[in-house]
């Protein structure tokens, strides 16, 4: 039986590895260059990046090869019985108790519209990682000199304080329940 948001989900995914594709194609060509201050910083925050995405797609692969694999059970992000649900923001990345409506529409044992939310925040910020690195490389591309000289310097701020892509990303893998014993026992 097709389950909704797994093709969401696997295309989020796919972005997401595409992003971190491109962040080690950055990170090669930046080798060829001078370091600067600022450069050291992106990179590092690049490899977080890199890191927290193989670490977040590792995760969810790990657990869509569960024959028992169930995107709601998986995904529904949940505080505890009878306490409140919580989604991601999308603006700014931190876990937001839901709404009146939305407590309505997500009671116990109603885990689709929690599953979805967070597959909509997981393909927001894969497209916004998505986007901010393929700026970076096109300056890269165009002219390193550039991209030193006049680039660099607001892009590691973005990155560091507008964007927090690898906090944002931790959060997501933190946001994933443990549902080993929900498998296993379903065997």
């Given at each position: 039986?097709?389950?909704?948001?797994?093709?969401?989900?696997?295309?989020?995914?796919?972005k997401?590895?595409?992003?971190?594709?491109?962040?080690?194609?950055?990170?090669?060509a930046?080798?060829?260059?001078?370091?600067?201050?600022?450069e050291?910083?992106?990179?590092?925050t690049?490899?977080?990046?890199a890191?927290?995405?193989?670490a977040?797609v590792?995760e969810l692969h790990l657990?869509?090869?569960?024959?028992?694999?169930?995107?709601?059970?998986?995904?529904?992000i949940?505080?505890?019985?009878g306490?409140?649900?919580?989604?991601?923001?999308?603006?700014?990345?931190k876990?937001?108790?839901?709404?009146?409506?939305?407590?309505?529409?997500?009671?116990e044992?109603?885990?689709?519209?929690?599953?979805?939310?967070?597959?909509?925040?997981?393909?927001?910020?894969?497209?916004?990682i998505?986007?901010?690195?393929a700026?970076?490389?096109?300056?890269?591309d165009?002219?390193?000199n550039?991209?030193?000289q006049?680039?660099?310097?607001?892009?590691?701020?973005?990155l560091?304080n507008?964007?927090?892509?690898?906090?944002?990303?931790?959060?997501?893998?933190?946001?994933?329940?443990?549902?080993?014993?929900t498998?296993?026992?379903?065997?």
């Open positions: 039986m097709p389950q909704p948001g797994l093709e969401k989900l696997l295309l989020c995914l796919k997401l590895l595409a992003s971190g594709a491109l962040i080690e194609d950055i990170l090669i930046l080798e060829s260059k001078r370091e600067t201050l600022e050291k910083i992106i990179k590092r690049l490899n977080q990046i890191g927290t995405i193989g977040l590792r657990r869509l090869s569960e024959r028992t694999f169930d995107i709601d059970s998986i995904l529904s949940k505080l505890g019985k306490e409140p649900r919580v989604t991601i923001s999308t603006s700014t990345g876990l937001m108790p839901t709404g009146s409506g939305a407590s309505d529409r997500s009671r044992g109603d885990s689709g519209p929690t599953s979805q939310l967070w597959i909509e925040a997981a393909a927001d910020l894969a497209e916004q998505e986007h901010k690195v700026e970076l490389k096109k300056m890269i165009y002219d390193l550039f991209l030193e006049y680039y660099e310097h607001e892009f590691c701020a973005s560091l507008e964007h927090k892509f690898a906090e944002r990303l931790q959060l997501l893998i933190h946001t994933l329940p443990d549902n080993s014993s498998l296993s026992s379903q065997s």
